[in-house]
């Protein structure tokens, strides 16, 4: 009799057969096991695990999956034609009433879930709604003349798994319904999607766990079978935890605040900018597994830099949409980036630095989220920067932390700046089960005492003035580090190339010094140019340093950067990014025990009944714009968040006399007067659709520590109390609204469309114009002599260095998408010839999804060009 085979693949000269890719399986689930310590899950779960893993592709033996897809041509009986999802084919083979006999009616009910879903496909509801020819015509088959045959085979091939090979069985029960034309769903709950919400009732802990796992094995054991791995790496053994302690130790203090302040529980920490967070986090781990995230590939990079040298290079892997380029340029030398990128991705590493979006998505539970569910059922969370999310990926988080702590995992959120929506809503999930940390609060009177930042704030009419950008060249020329925050890329473009072209003219030194930095270069530059502003910018400056030097940016240095610049100039944005701006000025100047410490010079500022103050002139410039005080569309910010921001910084001196006093209606009882009777909602409309005026020029305004802490508290509990009042503008109500959609069970019916609504992102990614000559060259070059056909190879050698990603919106007309401007890269291509039919097929699929601008230019300092719409 003909082997089972599991996969089409061989390993050292054999066939992958069923019974060996389900004793991988299982023995990957004993290593993962291992890692739930004394308070694991109980023996009846951990039992139910390891039953749908043996009996989760018993549906192979399906004739047609053997002799068509397998190719296993020796395989009897004879079919090809008869052929459904092997997932939904194995609970046929159940021994129904043995295994509900063992483990009950519902668990019984979760184990056939897991396994007829464990491999979803777009097309299940063919088979599970509706009345489905093949599968019909298949059980007539099981019926009668294939049933005994096929659970012969299965029995043979499992005949030394004494533990399990009972409960193989023909289950003549559900093969008589669905000849009946009764639905599969009738018997194997779809976990999925928001239509079949009325059949699941309650999602149980258990439920997910016995999905996770079993899809996390068999992913794994698939892997390690294709790849010649180890199956115990699926958890590598992380660094012993006390010696994490020494190097931190040795580098913090052993009096440090972070371990008086350790907490081994769900946690909230809340402390300034360069406080010591990311230390904090390292030694919360407690030396279990842990996931380190972050919204900006850049910052995640930075704090991949950092844990290396702490936790080791073998034990850590970094995780986001370039990490394997980034591995490929950074590490070739050290490890092999190919090799280490695929283990992070099969998330094996016990420390893993990555962006959000590639955990966070599964907040709106798509087919698969139970395996990354089950994930943070014994390992660390640790969530950095949640003011960088926008209010809908916020809600999206929220959602996923109550998920994980359902499911006993563990998370620390750290902010300077805590949305008080985002706070609120924590408290509700946890039931309690929180502690939080808040240093402004544990250090209020010396926060007052601190102060690094005045601010001066400069009305502008719809362009920045010739004078605006001489004072920036002027204040340059004095030797000093100036940051240029704007919030577009075209504006940022543009003042670039204004103060390049201004300083040329004058011959200035400083013309060399002027650098750019945003979201529209390629992988490559923007890669070489965020190492060398690393290094232009690092912190602390060193006080020697007379060579002034200026960088032109967006948001996107805002978050985690460590960057230490001497002057701001930025365009107003929402108190909360400010505060983030503002975080990369005079960064050397940090607050530890009672003490301002310079770590430029390492001098010490004792703070008792004395303030401290970094400056003796304004060093944070604000442009409010005439026309809505932020020159950025809406599409970057919301009106009424500039607006609100303005509002709380011009009534910065009346509210701090009131303190935590203050009345949540103070913005609106100051604008009602003495005897205003308005409504509070009409009131509000008003102050979020302000226009601002020359009045505001000048205005300076000194702000402390605290200050800064305390105007985004007022500034994000504004927003809540007003939520209601401007229903079609309200920045809060995407919170909401997001929130009830969730809470109701809405589920995301794609994982691609749950990164979208996570991130709002429409990018796609575009090869400008004046690359194109050059990327027909090197694609040319490359489908010829590159022997590692691999797609990270591709990303490295192609797509670094040609394609930008670029907003899909920006070519939107009124009808659409404007095909002309904007096409398919393989449109454009000559044909290339290739004659291994794998490598064709590869190539045709990397560049799918790469579109040609036939009209935008790119340059290596401005990088992608084009006119905006």
């Not at 294939?146 to 798994?161: A, R």
């Not at 907490?263 to 967070?277: C, Q, S």
């Not at 070739?332 to 959000?356: H, N, W």
């Not at 103060?499 to 030194?509: F, P, R, V």
Request: glycine share 4%; charged share 35%.
């Amino acid at each position: 009799m003909a082997e089972i085979f599991a996969k089409s693949f061989e390993r050292d000269g054999e066939k992958i057969t069923l019974s060996r890719h389900t004793q991988d399986a299982l023995e990957v689930f004993k290593r993962i096991k291992s890692k739930f310590g004394n308070e694991g899950l109980n023996e009846k779960l951990l039992e139910a695990v390891e039953f749908a893993i043996f009996l989760h592709d018993l549906g192979k033996v399906l004739p047609a999956f053997q002799i068509k897809t397998l190719k296993n041509k020796d395989y009897e009986p004879f079919d090809i034609y008869y052929e459904v999802p092997h997932s939904l084919f194995s609970i046929f083979w159940i021994s129904k009433d043995k295994l509900k006999a063992k483990f009950g009616e519902e668990f019984f009910n979760f184990i056939v879930s897991a396994i007829s879903y464990h491999h979803w496909r777009d097309n299940f509801d063919d088979y599970i709604v509706r009345d489905n020819e093949i599968l019909r015509k298949l059980c007539e088959k099981v019926q009668g003349e294939w049933g005994e045959k096929l659970k012969n085979n299965l029995i043979t091939e499992f005949s030394k798994f004494n533990d399990y090979k009972e409960y193989i069985g023909i289950n003549r029960q559900w093969v008589k319904g669905i000849l009946n034309r009764r639905s599969l769903m009738n018997y194997a709950i779809p976990p999925y999607k928001f239509d079949y919400e009325p059949l699941r009732k309650e999602v149980k802990k258990e439920w997910i766990l016995i999905a996770g796992y079993l899809q996390r094995c068999d992913h794994f054991a698939s892997w390690c079978e294709e790849e010649g791995e180890d199956l115990n790496k699926v958890e590598i053994e992380p660094k012993d935890y006390q010696k994490v302690i020494d190097i931190i130790k040795s580098r913090i203090g052993e009096g440090a605040w972070q371990f008086n302040n350790l907490k081994d529980e769900n946690l909230i920490l809340i402390a300034p900018t360069g406080y010591g967070k990311t230390e904090y986090a390292f030694l919360w781990s407690k030396g279990d597994k842990f996931i380190y995230t972050l919204p900006l590939r850049s910052a995640v990079n930075q704090i991949y830099e950092r844990a290396k040298n702490i936790f080791d290079q073998n034990k850590i892997g970094l995780l986001h949409s370039d990490a394997d380029v980034y591995l490929l340029e950074k590490e070739k030398d050290v490890i092999d980036p190919i090799k280490a990128y695929e283990i992070a991705r099969q998330i094996s590493y016990p420390v893993l630095i990555s962006t959000g979006d590639q955990f966070f998505p599964y907040g709106l539970r798509p087919p698969g989220y139970e395996k990354i569910f089950s994930l943070f059922s014994y390992s660390r969370l640790v969530i950095d920067e949640v003011q960088a999310y926008d209010p809908q990926a916020c809600a999206i988080i929220t959602k996923f932390i109550e998920w994980i702590t359902k499911l006993g995992g563990k998370f620390l959120l750290m902010t300077a700046t805590l949305p008080t929506f985002v706070l609120e809503r924590i408290k509700k999930v946890t039931d309690g089960k929180l502690q939080i940390i808040n240093i402004y609060g544990n250090e209020k009177e010396n926060f007052k005492r601190v102060f690094k930042h005045k601010i001066k704030i400069r009305y502008v009419n719809n362009e920045l003035s010739e004078s605006e950008l001489k004072e920036i060249i002027n204040t340059a020329e004095k030797g000093k580090r100036v940051l240029v925050i704007l919030n577009t890329v075209n504006l940022a473009q543009r003042v670039f190339e204004e103060l390049k072209k201004m300083t040329e003219e004058s011959n200035m030194e400083l013309n060399k010094n002027i650098y750019l930095l945003h979201s529209r270069f390629t992988f490559e530059d923007r890669k070489n140019k965020e190492s060398k502003f690393l290094e232009e910018f690092k912190n602390p400056k060193d006080p020697s340093e007379k060579e002034g030097k200026i960088l032109v940016a967006t948001q996107v240095i805002e978050a985690s950067l460590d960057l230490d610049a001497d002057i701001l100039f930025t365009e107003i944005c929402p108190l909360d990014a400010l505060v983030q701006r503002m975080g990369r000025v005079l960064r050397r100047y940090f607050y530890r025990d009672g003490k301002v410490i310079n770590k430029s010079d390492n001098n010490e500022y004792v703070i008792d009944s004395r303030e401290f103050k970094a400056y003796s002139e304004p060093n944070v410039y604000i442009w409010v714009f005439e026309n809505g005080g932020s020159k950025g569309t809406s599409r970057i910010y919301m009106k009424e968040l500039i607006n609100l921001s303005i509002v709380w910084l011009l009534k910065k001196r009346d509210i701090f006399n009131k303190e935590e006093g203050i009345s949540k209606d103070y913005l609106v009882d100051n604008e009602k007067g003495k005897g205003g009777k308005k409504k509070e909602d009409n009131i509000y409309r008003e102050l979020i659709e302000k226009k601002w005026d020359k009045n505001i020029d000048g205005k300076e305004i000194e702000v402390s520590e605290y200050d800064k802490y305390f105007l985004v508290k007022l500034f994000y509990k504004t927003m809540e109390k007003y939520k209601d009042d401007v229903k079609d503008k309200s920045y809060l109500r995407k919170f909401y609204d997001t929130l009830d959609l969730l809470d109701s069970g809405w589920m995301s019916e794609r994982k691609s469309e749950a990164e979208r609504l996570f991130r709002e992102m429409y990018t796609v990614q575009v090869v400008p114009k004046t690359l194109m000559e050059e990327f027909k060259k090197d694609l040319e070059e490359f489908v010829k002599k590159e022997e590692n056909f691999k797609y990270t190879v591709f990303k490295e050698k192609i797509i670094s260095k040609f394609c930008v990603s670029v907003d899909l919106r920006m070519y939107m007309k009124d009808d659409g998408l404007d095909t002309y401007r904007l096409r398919r890269i393989t449109e454009c291509l000559p044909e290339i010839s290739i004659s291994d039919f794998q490598k064709y097929n590869k190539l045709n699929r990397w560049l799918s999804d790469i579109y040609y601008d036939n009209e935008a230019e790119y340059e290596s300092e401005k990088g992608f060009i084009r006119e905006e719409k």
